[in-house]
């Protein structure tokens, strides 16, 4: 008789796993409205509702949440690990393997200086000053030199993957350098973690090794060239054959399950085996966007949150804090990685801006480190206060590799009509019966915004319109003027049941008027662009037609942008 | 410091659900591809993974794949739980209300004589024969009977929903009454479980039976009436606040995941509550499509399939078989069973073949009353034989309550298009250059097929041809003609990349020609109306005309039906 979960267990792991979830995407989604990468906020609710914050606090509420005994534990570390790896299967499948080959050269200095940096320079501080960064009194000097130089060398995959797919930057040039160098960085860290292992457990360790480097390199060379091949020929024989889109997403999940199996089995971590099966099935033009859709979406938006809060579970960040070893271990792996990527990129061609904010990029460290150090941990080699410093500079990297590069590479955010909108500038029904009077209407509802009189904008405004009728496509208008000395962009919206003549191209009377009042010409334009964009969709029409308040209105201008 | 998976743990865990949901798709597509539903495929793969078989045949690989000790066992048991409360929100979102209620009387009657009669047949048995069916030596004979009486009395939600939706009758009146009437069987089931549990239990058992009882009245009352208010009241703010959709997706999950919390703390299954969050959901207006379909194709393809092959891993069924009980438990089950719920529909006003089929759909038993049997055995109340008869007596009603109803409504299959090409017919380029060649083009590719010359085949077509130009809109053009004494349809397909005038009424070239051929007119329209209903999508369209192959074109034909 296999071992089951009692009812308790069960009760116990979906009362987790829901606090967790529902934490996660709470802090992520304040922490997107802060223009923070989500996944800062799901490693930083972890936190909250970890030892450090509410097992402190509340040490019952947290026992009785996330106890630390029985099977809870596994269950878990088990959930959050398939929710890393499915995360590195939408990472892998959004890569673009065309364009890391382009990006070549630049990729490889870029990841091999951004190790041999940090490497060398934690290596010789922890081979100076054992004692300091916290080697366990027996350890091998060597080996814990070794150690420390893999730990702040590596760079974490799947955080770089999200923050760079928050700043959607994912698919551009400088994601896909940091996202390649990341993943050769990730191959090598695992490697030379391997080789520590091996010096570390005497006995048959030298062919453990060779074992992982030559089952490592056999496996990405396979996936990436046969492998792809026969992913590209078996997806339309699916396709054509199986139950759609059941076949598919079942070869695509029991594919990437047994690439994790086989990379944790060869030695390196189960993420990298879903990651590279992630690119071969991304590269087949077989696989339908639909199908893209549905995984990315249920697994960024649940299983990676999961696992990002999971994170903060994990240690008790107060009791095991030294001031001393944290700022010296973050200024080590910040110098040694910025300096290091930075280089290889500015070496590869780059300008020196965006080869700061690679270098930065590379900067993000997280889940590997964390894994390594556990794994250091248990094996005596570390104590506690270097595993701390090395999760504190993990998160910290993390922490402010998205503001550095969103600072680096800062554009002109275009103002968006989702952010112009306010329930108080906005009305369910209008009275007008003409353009002129709607127009009267607005102005009249927007002048203590704008705070200007409502006759003055009225005469503005319609001066505009009578140039030219403001009515797009489909029963939209969008009546503008500029107000001199505005601030801050005024929109006011309202709705027509009969619709009102815009003069519009297509003749329809307009039922959605849209007021823009902007203070400089550049925020018009951005606003009638988006307006432009958003109404050109017919869904988006249908659903703010049938809106019958404000919170509905703004649902449907927050639909899907495909 | 928690207790973590070690790397072997990790290659287990993923070695295993990739080779229990690879197994679990194979075997459900080949159970679809003889008109089963996956469901039995996919429990069928359990067993030839699981102990009967494989443990059997090849003990080594098994215990390597499926290890009984350490922590898989646990791991495997929280994911598949994990799959089956997301399969049970998918289905309760599919879950209409309003139509429930408009089954109200017919529901009750159902489900309260389909609890009635096997729970009196069984209780009334195993109290006669205690020792024949497997009590063990000390049990108390009231309780046992009580147990059995419950254990054959449960319908089994997950599959009977899995076999609805395979059949496609989820929706239909009788998919809604037998869906409605399994819920109330569940809750009641569940209930009379608590009971006889706590029976079992001396102590304080009458407080837990009260309050399993008040707890699951109150959660369903609340969530289909405040619940369902505030979901529907949230959904529109979290679509306009929040980003999308992993606002929407991340407060499912974590409704979901706490629902099943509380059901299971309640002292009833999790999935329990999941589905009753699903129904509160799925009853909002504003729960968008797009979101359904995310977590429908996810859950029900790779989720669900997990759990239903996990079924089989949990028994050896060969070893602990006994002919006898198993044989007298699947007939006390089925007849009690099949003629209570079969005489509820009929006092419920259904006639008297869908009366038998809500029966046999009734009759469908599974994972509940495993887990009730798994329960029963380790709190001594049953032996392995009887556990095993349970087992199989609920794979064996699951098993012949999908082809049972598809033969009582037996409603005659439309031909389609899809099963009807043949890679044998397929054309990829067309030599002819106007359409009488094409036609007799084709008409020679088909000729062997159809067991007839070519001239003369061309000679029926050709006539009907030129009675009216068969080009439809798009590019695409259907010559057809009726061949008598034809058995099965006969459909060839021919590109042609100049396109040919086949005389459409929007004036476009066929670049598509399919040539169709049957015996009777009922085929002909079927697979006419496939065509134009397949071609009307101009995704399908243009997937078509680029398909490369005769693959290519069967997996453009196969696409998504939306």
Redesign the interface.
Known sequence: ?????T?ND??????A??VL??G??LV??LA?KIDQP?VLGEILAGILLGPTVLGNLAPRVYATLFP?MG?I???I???T??GV?LFLLTAGIEVDLSSLFRQGKCAVLVSSLGVLCPFSLGWAAAWSFPRFFGAEPGADRLNFALFVGTALSISALPVIAKILMDLKLFRSDLGTVVVSSAMFDDLVGWILFSVVLGMMNAGAQPTNIKHTIILTLLFVILMLTAGRWLVDKAL??I?????????V???I??????A??FT??A?IH?IFGAFIMGIALGESS?L?K?TR???H??V???FA?LFFASIG??INFATHFSLGVTATVFAVACLGKVLGAGLGARLGGMDRRTSIAVGMGMNARGAMEIILG?LA?QLGLIRERLFVALVVMALLTSLISGPAIHYLLQRRRAVSLKDSLSSKLFLQNLFARNRLEAIRELCELSAEAVGDSSDRLFRIVRERELISGSGLENGVAVPHARVNGLAKPVVAVGKSDDGIDFDARDGKRARIIILVLTGDTQSQIDLLADVGDLFSRQDTIDQALTAR?F??F??A????VK
């Open positions: 008789m296999h071992a089951h979960l009812p069960v009760t116990a792991m979906f009362l796993l829901s979830l529902g996660a995407k992520g989604e997107q989500a630390s099977v534990p596994i269950v570390d088990s959930v690990t398939i790896v339309p024989r396709q054509a054959h199986a139950s759609w889109p059941g076949g997403l079942g070869f999940f029991t594919l990437t399950l047994a994790a199996a944790e089995y030695g189960a077989h339908r639909q859709e549905h995984i979406q249920v960024t938006n649940v949150p579970l994990r556990l941990l308040s919170v509905e703004m649902a201008v927050n639909a899907p």
